[in-house]
Structure formats: C-alpha cells, structure tokens
C-alpha cells in the first residue's frame, strides 16, 4: 500500500514537471520527399503562463510549443514545425492573462482550459503504467 501512494506521489511529481512526449506525423515536402517531422504542436508545459502583458506592445506566442522562451516564440518552429506559425498579438490595455502553454486551447493564445484534456489523458496513460508490470 506504501508504495501505491509513492508511486501516485511520483506520478503527480512527473506531471507537473516533465513536458508531455511530443507527437509527430508525417509531411510532404516536394514531389518525391516524405519525411519524419512534428505537424502537430507539442505541449510546453501542462498549465498556462500568467503574464502581464503592456499595452501597445507586440507580443508572439509560441503556437508550436518547441520555443525554448515559453510563451513566446523564439523561432525554433523554422526547424522543428514549419508548418506552424506563431500568434501575434498587441494587446489594447495593460492585463494579466493566462497564456497557453499545452498549445491545444482553441482560442490561441489563452488559455480555455483544454489542458485539463492534456493531463487527463497522461494521467490515464501514466496509470496503465503503474500497472503494466504486474
Ligand atoms: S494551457 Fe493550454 S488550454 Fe490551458
């Protein structure tokens, strides 16, 4: 029973901490070339960025989820996901706001709460898991 509990606090402890696994698929390049390559945004981390943001300013939110300057791009979508580009914006007054850091809200780039989908769906696959192995 002990290590059932050490083995849920070890789990909460990687979600929380550890980015989810990137998905990748396939992309056409040319006529002839097929090739390996991320399409799909991979989650920089499983709960939103609270910004302030300055009114006036132009910001760039990282839509890919491989910039390395979360919630913003830093232009590493040019190699890791060409086919995905980020979110400009200028926001009208000085705010607050929660910014999405799974990459799969639908109202880029704030958050909507589609992470708690993220989570749920690496808890489901982190306790099939837990209990592979008995
Ligand atoms: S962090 Fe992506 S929807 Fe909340």
Redesign the pocket.
């Known amino acids: 029973e002990r290590s059932a509990v050490l083995s849920a606090q070890r789990l909460l402890t990687d979600l929380q901490t550890t980015p989810a696994p990137p998905s990748a698929g396939f992309r056409v390049c040319g006529e002839t070339c097929l090739r390996l390559q991320t399409t799909q945004p991979v989650p920089a981390a499983r709960?939103?960025y609270r910004v302030k943001l300055t009114a006036g300013k132009l910001y760039a939110w990282c839509a890919c989820g491989h910039s390395k300057k979360q919630p913003f791009c830093d232009g590493a979508h040019a190699s890791k996901a060409p086919g995905i580009k980020p979110v400009r914006f200028t926001p009208d007054k000085d705010k607050a706001v929660?910014l999405?850091?799974?990459?799969?809200?639908k109202n880029q780039p704030y958050?909507?709460?589609?992470?708690l989908k993220v989570i749920y769906r690496d808890v489901v696959k982190s306790v099939k898991g837990l209990f592979k192995h008995e």
Do not use: V
């Not at 958050?111 to 992470?115: A, F, Y």
């Open positions: 709960l939103p929660l999405c850091a799974c990459k799969q809200t958050c909507d709460g589609s992470h």
